[in-house]
Antibody, heavy 116, light 111 residues
Framework: EVQLVESGGGLVQPGGSLRLSCAASGFIVSSNYMSWVRQAPGKGLEWVSVIYSGGSTYYADSVKGRFTISRDNSKNTLYLQMNSLRAEDTAVYYC??????????WGQGTLVTVSS | QSALTQPPSASGSPGQSVTISCTGTSSDVGGYNYVSWYQQHPGRAPKLMIYEVSKRPSGVPDRFSGSKSGNTASLTVSGLQAEDEADYYCSSYAGSNRYVVFGGGTKLTVL
């Protein structure tokens, strides 16, 4: 059974950093495209980043240069390192197994709040 | 301002059919056959309902169907049931720079 469990969210001050984790089971992270998608409170969905099975990475313009997606094959885990956080980064962050440019499996999400 | 335009709300009575539209441009919806639809119940993660315009993942009832014409994609829910009441989001591949863009979401109410 495919399962994705995010962790690492919390309250952080503007300008701070946070690393989100997404532990996967039931499939191999490194053999799949994996994405982060976020949802601000009461708002819609926004794609954040994707890592291809070959290792290429892509980012939304809103986070480019501040966020880094990566994975640890030995732990079958996806990460999102978030630096220089802003109030507008406040959202629930979901990791998702990506296939054919769709998000087929989602985690339960982890809330990131950027506030002083 | 979302990249794709959806009506904020839609409604129908149990057993009826309802169609939700998703309008983009030739750079996203009209340019690729990679439109997806997601269902999200309050407080829950989104769930994929349709991918590649009209394909259903395993386990999704055939009451859900998708189509596309030009720059507009559509999700049709037939035989509405109470549990279909949720927010629905469309998405489309938008090229290597923007990757995937979403609509603003449509709240479906089952009357």
């Amino acid at each position: 059974e495919v399962q994705l469990v995010e962790s690492g969210g919390g309250l952080v001050q503007p300008g701070g950093s946070l690393r989100l984790s997404c532990a996967a089971s039931g499939f191999i992270v490194s053999s799949n495209y994996m994405s982060w998608v976020r949802q601000a409170p009461g708002k819609g969905l926004e794609w954040v980043s994707v890592i291809y099975s070959g290792g290429s990475t892509y980012y939304a313009d809103s986070v480019k240069g501040r966020f880094t997606i990566s994975r640890d094959n030995s732990k079958n885990t996806l990460y999102l390192q978030m630096n220089s956080l802003r109030a507008e980064d406040t959202a629930v962050y979901y990791c998702a197994r990506t296939w054919e440019l769709s998000f087929h499996y989602w985690g339960q999400g982890t809330l990131v709040t950027v506030s002083s | 301002q979302s990249a794709l335009t959806q009506p904020p709300s839609a409604s129908g009575s149990p057993g009826q059919s309802v169609t939700i539209s998703c309008t983009g441009t030739s750079s996203d919806v009209g340019g690729y056959n990679y439109v997806s639809w997601y269902q999200q119940h309050p407080g829950r993660a989104p769930k994929l309902m349709i991918y590649e315009v009209s394909k259903r993942p395993s386990g999704v009832p055939d009451r859900f169907s998708g189509s596309k014409s030009g720059n507009t994609a559509s999700l049709t829910v037939s035989g509405l049931q109470a549990e279909d009441e949720a927010d629905y989001y469309c998405s489309s591949y938008a090229g290597s720079n923007r990757y995937v863009v979403f609509g603003g979401g449509t709240k479906l109410t089952v009357l």
